[in-house]
């Protein structure tokens, strides 16, 4: 009996310190969840912001502070798909407990199979936190290797030449602040204007998108979280994709949820996408700034947000995030 | 059957990784009498993994031999059932072998190539009174669709395979020893595999696809085809551990299929220790029948040249795999008329007999003469010649003096990493060679503490060094193709 103890022992502590010393080499790789834990820790964030790439451009949290005083991030990744999206609500949920969850629902109303994008499914789960939710999320996504992306170093082991064989940050870089990413520049073509596709018409959206919106809502309902669905602005809208945000917003309206639709208030946001895109659709830093200016009075005006300017622990944490902001600033011109 | 295809249940995917302790925690949970059902029923979900269609295949010939093993036994002088039974066999694995060179697409189901021997030689050991004829379908069943051989051998015999099967159905036990041998061969095969065969086919694959021969000049034309042999060996013996330590963790023990044939002096041993069961099947199933060397010399070179036709064959129904069979078939005529003044010649040149340096010369040459021979394994006929010729028309030592060997695509460190790899598997292969031990019992015998720090460095190079990942199909064996 105690020979086969110390036979366990001995196999156990072989595959610790493998693993162990595997673990340690593995350089870290970024992704929204852990890089908000990392960027601002747990139990802060008032207001977070879910969604893809419209989300992670068209929303800079050092204004929604410098003009309302809201502590927020911003945890949205490329092409994220609604069951990823739901996903990231329930780890925002575990890690900060938002009063706020502020939800971009383009993806919802787009077809498939660009919700199965693999190299976006990477984007938003490979560091995803191990777990059930990460399998499920997975399974979803339609991809064929879920165990290499559950356990992760076989996606990023393609580097065979060096000896540091894992590739670093494989999937995006975290020079993000509050999981904004600045851009400047300006759109060169041009573009539809939305008056011209402007519709009050529905159409039903894709049946998996509409389980999973109304996932996200009884979620939230359920865990004592504000919801808030947006459609930020964006110019290569179509009058079908239109409908189908009209779809969402009847769904929004009928679960008494706030629906911000960006494309709508193009003329009160006063955006021009000639110079507030830096790539003729996503917003660049001015056309955030107006979209986030927006959201902030709206979010003013049917919900009760604490001010957090004064308070040492966020104060310390804004410093730094300018700080960052102004290195990338200074990047970008250079 | 959907999910089944969903699965991905080859060797190296970190599906099957993780699947095979829960396997073999639950083999080990039931009782005796149910494990050879779970067995089936794995093996089954196993092969139907790799295309559920070809299931019925390999269910077919099981039944096919099943029922011809029943009635040779009964009537041993009647020939014609087994000829009929032999050739039916023999024409669905050259009709799916000869699908290569017909205007049509027909993928050849995983594996036809190995269980087809393993049928007819289960027919002809019925028909010849070695073995008994099997009236358990499901013993036949779990024989031919046995999970770690199925896809690439080894070649398992039915009289080796029935014994171990009827005394695991009664008495297997978790033997601890056992089990962290298998895992311990295991780890070995994916060490060989994954660190330095993956890794040496990245300037092997460029090169072959390219063609762009004329390029890099004598020298490293040589170099590539060195590095074809080692990665032809450690492939295909990294499987070949790999599916042994299976077995032997499931109470099965597996016919070696290599034994450091790279070390040996001569091409015939060299087929002493290369994918030891097929040469045996075919000497025991062809060489032997034909006559063996038992009819005079001329008979035997003839009866070593069908040999190895046929065995050029089973490979493939190209011109290429002909040539390679048949190189190796001139190299044992000569070998054989070379012998009696081989050392005579030695001397004349000056070597000692016996000695290390004659050891060494002759090692040497046989290791060259059988890694011009992959040359042939590797590529087309035409291909092949040409790659040879321009190897021997000029140096090019230009060519390596300006790193053009780095732009195969391997980096100095990769090849560094090759070189450490290889001597390292040299070390236990030399073990294997001189003293017929494996890396289990010679890790074993120098205790605990090398055993475990042995496993811990494969364990941590095949992490950190090994060929896997989302760019990389690691888990195509090349012998998979056969």
């Known amino acids: 009996m105690r020979k086969n103890i110390w036979r366990a022992i001995r196999v156990f502590f072989i595959l610790l310190l493998v693993s162990i010393l595997f673990y340690l080499y593995l350089p870290p790789q970024w992704n929204a969840i852990t890089n908000m834990k ?80 693999y190299n976006h499914t990477l984007e938003n789960m490979l560091t995803y936190p191990f777990g059930i939710e990460k399998y499920k999320t997975l399974r979803e996504s339609k991809i064929d290797n879920i165990a290499d992306v559950m356990v992760v170093f076989p996606i990023i082991h393609d580097n065979y030449e060096q000896i540091k064989g894992l590739s670093i940050n494989k999937v995006l870089d975290s020079n993000w602040v509050l999981g904004y990413s600045y851009r400047i520049g300006e759109c060169n073509e041009t573009l539809t204007p939305f008056d011209a596709i402007y519709t009050d018409e529905l159409a039903p959206i894709d049946t998996k998108c509409e389980i999973y919106l109304n996932k996200c809502i009884t979620y939230c309902k359920e865990n004592n979280i504000e919801l808030v669905l947006i459609n930020s602005p964006w110019p290569r809208i179509t009058e079908d994709d239109q409908k189908k945000y009209n779809y969402i917003a009847q769904i929004a309206a009928n679960s008494d949820i706030l629906f911000l639709d960006g494309n709508k208030e193009m003329k009160s946001l006063n955006i021009d996408y000639m110079q507030d895109s830096y790539d003729g659709s996503h917003l660049n830093y001015y056309g955030a700034c107006k979209w986030t200016k927006y959201l902030g009075n709206e979010i003013c005006k049917y919900f009760s947000v604490r001010n957090r300017r004064g308070e040492a622990k966020y104060e310390s944490i804004m410093q730094r995030s300018r700080e960052k902001l102004k290195k990338q600033i200074l990047v970008t011109v250079d | 059957m959907s999910c089944i295809k969903d699965m991905d249940f080859s060797l190296t995917s970190l599906f099957f990784i993780f699947l095979l302790p829960i396997y073999i925690v639950l083999y080990y949970l039931l009782p005796n009498r149910f494990r050879q059902y779970f067995l089936l029923v794995f093996n089954l979900i196993f092969y139907a993994s790799f295309g559920p269609r070809y299931l019925l295949l390999l269910v077919s010939e099981v039944v096919i031999i099943y029922f011809v093993g029943v009635l040779i036994s009964r009537d041993r002088t009647n020939r014609g059932i087994l000829a009929v039974a032999i050739i039916l066999l023999v024409v669905i694995l050259l009709f799916f072998k000869g699908s290569s060179i017909f205007p049509m697409t027909i993928v050849a189901p995983l594996g036809v190539s190995f269980y087809t021997l393993q049928g007819i030689s289960y027919l ?102 060195i590095a074809y042999s080692l990665q032809i060996y450690f492939d295909f013996a990294g499987y070949s551990a790999i599916v042994i330590g299976i077995a032997e963790t499931i109470g099965f023990n597996l016919p070696e299929n290599f034994r450091a044939p790279y070390l040996v002096k001569n091409v015939k041993d060299f087929w002493g220790g290369w994918h030891i069961t097929l040469s045996t099947w075919l000497r025991d199933y062809i060489y032997i029948p034909l006559g063996g060397s038992k009819k005079g010399k001329f008979r035997k070179w003839i009866n070593i040249l069908i040999t190895f036709i046929l065995s050029g064959i089973w490979h493939g ?166």
């Open chain 1, 38 to 117: 990392k960027e601002i820790g747990e139990e802060k964030a008032d207001i977070v912001f879910i969604g893809s790439s419209h989300v992670f451009n068209g929303i800079n949290p050092i204004l929604l502070w410098d003009e309302q005083g809201f502590f927020s991030y911003v945890a949205a990744c490329g092409g994220q798909a609604p069951w990823q999206s739901y996903a990231y609500i329930k780890a925002v949920n575990n890690l900060e407990h938002p009063q706020i969850i502020v939800l971009d629902v383009y993806c919802f109303g787009i077809e498939e199979p660009r919700l199965y994008d």
């Open chain 2, 124 to 225: 002809l050991d019925v028909r010849n009174g070695k073995i008994q004829c099997e009236h358990n379908v499901f013993n036949l069943l779990i024989y031919m669709s046995f999970f770690p051989t199925v896809t690439s051998g080894p070649i398992f015999r039915y009289h080796d395979f029935i014994g171990q099967h009827l005394q695991n159905i009664l008495e297997l036990k978790p033997d601890y020893n056992r089990i962290v041998n298998g895992i311990i061969y295991m780890i070995y095969g994916y060490f060989l595999k994954l660190v330095i065969a993956e890794r040496v086919a990245i300037p092997v694959n460029k090169l072959f696809d390219t063609f762009e021969t004329a390029e890099y000049g004598g020298i490293i034309l040589f170099i590539v085809s």
């Open chain 2, 317 to 482: 129904f190209r011109w290429h795999y002909l040539a390679w069979a048949m190189l190796h078939g001139i190299y044992r005529i000569v070998g054989d008329v070379v012998f009696p003044i081989k050392h005579r010649l030695l001397l004349y040149a000056g070597v000692k007999k016996d000695t290390a340096f004659c050891r060494l010369l002759e090692t040497t040459i046989t290791f060259v003469l059988i890694s011009f021979a992959w040359v042939f394994f590797r590529t087309g006929l035409r291909s092949s010649i040409i790659y040879i010729v321009q190897m021997f028309s000029s140096l090019g030592l230009e060519n390596m003096i300006h790193g053009r060997l780095w732009d195969l695509g391997l980096s100095p460190f990769g090849w560094l990493v090759v070189m450490l790899g290889t001597v390292f598997a040299f070390v236990f292969d030399l073990q294997l060679y001189c003293h017929k031990k494996r890396i289990d019992v010679v890790l074993d015998e120098q205790g605990v503490s090398a055993k475990s720090f042995c496993v811990i460095f494969m364990l941590l190079m095949i992490l950190v060094l090994g060929i896997y990942g989302d760019n990389y199909d690691a888990g195509s064996f090349i012998y998979k193709d056969f």
